[in-house]
């Protein structure tokens, strides 16, 4: 893609509309916004823009559309596939800015938030009021709303309460040209023509900016029970995991973890928890509501299940410090593998009742390239987070082979009827596997709804989209 680059001229015409004291172009600046979590990759943007109004953006993005010039819009840097990567240069925009919870509406259960408020310090607010808010990714305690939204995040949560596409009613977006609209209306049903806020969620900043969330929200349960069941195959864990669920109980959260994920959390974290030798994988199971007693009848009903799955063992969190510090195994697995290996953290996701199969399949295919692998992830929604290791891969096959056995990876997943990512999204680093799950009828359709939205294509491009094949004789 050709893209301007700033000269004095653009960039004082961003100063002059921004406010020089949001407006960034020293060395360090640019390297912190050159990089999120994704991997090792760095890509710097010729300058960092910090805005605090909507109007502001609105401006910012009319200079930059006149003049050709690339926006990448930015969260809090959390994200996992490269989408706040400014891989063309050109504007930085972070979001950091936005950070007002504006209101929180107890009459309808609806709140309106900016994009840049923390989502467990709206977790925490709400809850004051008695109030739910139930999408709480592991890096909650870092990320921003809005880079939920443009990711279409879940978290643990998801398997009962649903993802962020469940709560976000309206937004109001800044397009590429600079106008200003809302997409849709503070309201439980819409059904008036084509529904732009939930193109919006999951867009990954690709068609416009985000400048305020209205959500609903539910009553805070008051109750809850957490269960952690060993398994010593990963097939048994896998395999209860869709039995569960027939046997007519809905978790709030079912998670599932490779023992050697856990090994390295005990390790890195410090967490007390005695991992017997016979266990090869643990599912995390929690109950909420308002009735102990149903909570309770839920959990033997699991119980049968667990038994009838070879489950070596059943535990129960009895206090609240227990149940936290057994979330905190689960939550810094991430950073546990980080820490020991190189890595690359793949995002698959599956009907649930084909876990066992996904789980099996991809050991076979680490075998095949000769990386190792750590799974875990949101088992009750099939969403299960492949970290691959680099072990004793060569740097040559890293660099090289590896990517033939992600693919592998995606073809089995698509072959057992998912889709590249459940909650990550696709961004940079997944847009070549694409074509593996969607024909070029479906992408193109992708890229004539961002040529609507955006035809000179400055906001956030070479994000999601494979580049289309080209024609034969050229």
Not at 300 to 305: G, H, Q, R, S
Not at 371 to 397: P, Q, R, T, W
């Amino acid at each position: 893609m050709n893209f301007t680059k700033i000269n004095t001229e653009i960039l004082a015409e961003i100063t002059s509309a921004i406010g020089a004291d949001k407006v960034f172009t020293d060395a360090e600046s640019l390297a912190n916004y050159s990089h999120d979590e994704t991997e090792d990759l760095r890509y710097q943007p010729e300058v960092v823009v910090k805005p605090t109004t909507p109007e502001e953006i609105s401006a910012l993005l009319k200079i930059c559309n006149a003049h050709h010039v690339p926006v990448t819009p930015r969260g809090g840097g959390t994200g996992l596939s490269g989408a706040a990567l400014p891989i063309y240069g050109g504007v930085s925009l972070s979001m950091e800015k936005f950070k007002a919870i504006l209101e929180i509406d107890t009459e309808n259960l609806q709140a309106t938030v900016e994009p840049g408020v923390i989502t467990e310090e709206f977790i925490n607010a709400v809850a004051e009021k008695g109030l739910l808010y139930p999408v709480d990714p592991s890096s909650k305690g870092s990320c921003f709303i809005g880079g939920n939204v443009a990711h279409g995040s879940g978290g643990p949560r998801v398997v009962k309460y649903g993802t962020i596409r469940e709560y976000i009613l309206n937004l109001e977006v800044v397009l590429p040209n600079g106008d200003i609209i809302w997409t849709g209306a503070n309201t439980l049903k819409y059904a008036s023509g084509y529904n732009l806020t939930q193109l919006m969620i999951g867009s990954e900043g690709t068609l416009g900016v985000v400048t305020k969330i209205v959500t609903k929200l539910l009553p805070k349960p008051s109750q809850s029970v957490l269960m952690m069941g060993s398994f010593s195959t990963n097939e048994d864990a896998c395999a209860a995991v869709s039995a569960i669920f027939r046997a007519g109980v809905t978790p709030s959260a079912l998670e599932f973890m490779e023992r050697k994920g856990v090994e390295w959390v005990i390790k890195f974290d410090d967490i007390k928890f005695d991992l017997k030798d016979d266990v090869a994988a643990l599912l995390m199971i929690e109950f909420d509501g308002d009735d102990l007693d149903d909570i309770f009848k839920n959990c033997e009903k699991t119980n049968i299940v667990l038994e009838e799955h070879k489950c070596t063992e059943v535990l129960f969190a009895d206090t609240a410090g227990q149940k936290e510090e057994l979330w905190r195994m689960r939550r810094t697995m991430a950073e546990s593998v980080k820490s020991n290996s190189v890595y690359k953290e793949e995002d698959t996701v599956v009907p649930r009742a084909a876990l066992p199969k996904l789980v099996n399949g991809i050991k076979e295919i680490g075998s095949k390239y000769g990386f190792e692998s750590v799974c875990y992830g949101h088992a009750g929604d099939g969403n299960l987070h492949v970290n691959i290791i680099k072990a004793g891969m060569s740097d040559e096959d890293w660099k090289n082979k590896l990517k033939f056995g992600i693919a592998e990876i995606f073809e089995l997943t698509t072959a057992l009827g998912g889709t590249l990512s459940g909650e990550h999204g696709i961004g940079l680093v997944q847009k070549e596997f694409m074509p593996i799950k969607y024909s070029e009828i479906h992408l193109n359709l992708m890229r004539g709804i961002k040529q609507v939205f955006d035809p000179k294509g400055i906001l956030n491009p070479g994000k999601i989209m494979p580049e289309p094949p080209t024609p034969k004789g050229e």
